[in-house]
């Protein structure tokens, strides 16, 4: 061992790994909406020092000693966070969006209490109480719905609140094309008295930049992960409002108390120090312009995909991403759009549609979107190119269904992939990928 040595020397085998993983981004879309490419100094601030420190607790209330330049970068990390999403308190430790979450419940229910949020198969996120995850198994969960033209069902929203009384309310989408409706569902929390937490994981970049209406002047909570449009480290950041720190003026130290001691112990100090480099970043004019663009390509997909004959919910965007629903060509057939795609070069994720009519794991849809091939320099013109792209290769997939019987389920799509890697016209596309990427940068 040398602890001198670069990572190619000391670990030829993680570093060649690496290597692999950026040779297969190059070479193809990354397409999959929760990704994004960070800057340079990103990455140097993540991979730097502040990695070894502990530093339990907050600024100016730690456990360990050392902690004054540890301190003044999460203040940082705090400050900037606060400007650019316009919240009186911020908490920048949550070790991702999940965790955020999680705290957030922690904070404001007891076990047992009621949560309500969008069901997963409509949008909304694992954490928003999915009968999986512990905010469903820990709390009485309540899941509201998509209608079947895409949009949030908020007459059914209203209905489920007033019967349920939830003490929490989730809004914010994992997999929503249309603006969050932050209003509407701060008049039905306000109704019943519940806190209103807007996850803006997915839209956060767009909402400093002013691109997508902002949930602060109508949720009590905000949280966020940092690495999706924001264009950040992994990581979270859980705010509250003036107008939740008017409900409960203790709200950010209950906050702060379910982070620690409530859920975690030492903050991770290199992703703090990268969250506030890149909340610098987009406080700056060209973020707002990538911003900008990033809808403007996303709306040109759509648009280009529906003029190849696929169908997209709610027929269009106003965000960073869109969702293609595929049942035309047969139900769970999103299974091999995704897996047909990456065939092709071109990663997106099945994902499922409002009324899904097959299940989470053989889903009818794609989900995809613009962030990462926005920052990457790509316009309207090759959102055309990538649509034809798209269509030619979704194309192939019509001829396969998704059994009936499960138990066929397997060696059916073992065999579709097969089938797949042969075809001439996936592999041609694949090339063409190729080639259209070569022309932009990714780091
Ligand atoms: C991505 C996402 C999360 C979770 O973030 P992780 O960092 O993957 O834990 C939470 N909520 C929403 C809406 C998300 O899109």
Not at 348 to 359: A, G
């Amino acid at each position: 061992m040398n602890r001198k040595a670069p990572l190619k020397d000391e670990d030829p085998e993680i570093y060649e790994q690496i290597q692999n993983e950026l040779k297969r981004r190059r070479e193809g879309l990354e397409l999959i909406p929760s990704e994004n490419l960070t800057s340079k100094a990103v990455l140097e601030a993540l991979g730097s020092i502040l990695t070894d420190k502990y530093s339990e607790g907050f600024p100016g209330r730690r456990y360990y000693g050392g902690n004054e330049f540890i301190d003044k970068i999460e203040m940082l990390a705090i400050k900037r966070a606060m400007k650019a999403f316009k919240v009186p308190f911020a908490n920048v430790q949550a070790y991702s969006g999940s965790p955020a979450n999680q705290a957030v419940a922690f904070a404001v229910l007891k076990p047992g209490e009621t949560l309500m949020g969008p069901d997963l198969p409509d949008g909304g996120h694992l954490t928003h109480g999915w009968k999986a995850n512990f905010s469903g198994i820990y709390y009485k969960s309540v899941p509201y719905h998509c209608r079947a033209d895409g949009y949030i069902d908020l007459e059914e929203a209203r209905k489920l609140a007033l019967e349920h009384k939830p003490k929490l309310i989730w809004t914010g989408f994992t997999a929503y094309s249309r603006e969050f409706p932050f209003e509407e569902m701060a008049e039905i929390a306000d109704e019943v008295g519940a806190y209103l937490a807007a996850d803006i994981a997915h839209i956060a970049g767009l909402v400093v930049a002013g691109v997508h209406k902002s949930p602060a002047p109508y949720a009590h909570i905000i949280t966020t992960t940092t690495h999706k449009t924001l264009r950040g480290p992994r990581g979270a950041i859980i705010m509250a409002t003036d107008k939740g720190l008017s409900k409960e003026p203790e709200l950010g130290n209950k906050i702060d108390k379910a982070i620690i001691p409530g859920l975690q112990g030492g903050p991770h100090n290199h992703q703090t120090a990268a969250i506030a480099v890149a909340l610098h970043e987009a406080m700056q004019p060209e973020f707002r312009e990538y911003a900008q663009q990033i809808v403007k390509n996303c709306k040109a997909l759509a648009q280009a995909l529906m003029e190849n004959g696929l169908k997209i919910v709610s027929g269009g965007t106003d965000n960073h991403l869109m969702l293609i629903d595929l049942t035309p060509h047969g139900k769970g057939n999103g299974v091999f759009a995704q897996e047909a795609l990456d065939a092709a070069g071109i990663t997106v994720n099945k994902n499922t549609i409002p009324q899904e009519p097959s299940s989470p794991f053989y889903p009818s849809g794609i989900r995809l979107g613009t962030a990462t091939v926005t920052t990457q320099g790509m316009k309207e013109r090759e959102m055309k190119q990538i649509a034809e792209l798209m269509a030619a290769v979704i194309d192939e997939t019509r001829q396969y269904q998704l059994p009936e019987k499960k138990e066929e389920r397997t060696a059916y799509i073992a065999n579709f992939k097969k089938e797949i890697q042969a075809n001439p016209r996936i592999m041609g596309t694949r090339q063409r990928v190729k080639e259209l990427c070569s022309g932009f940068e990714l780091y």
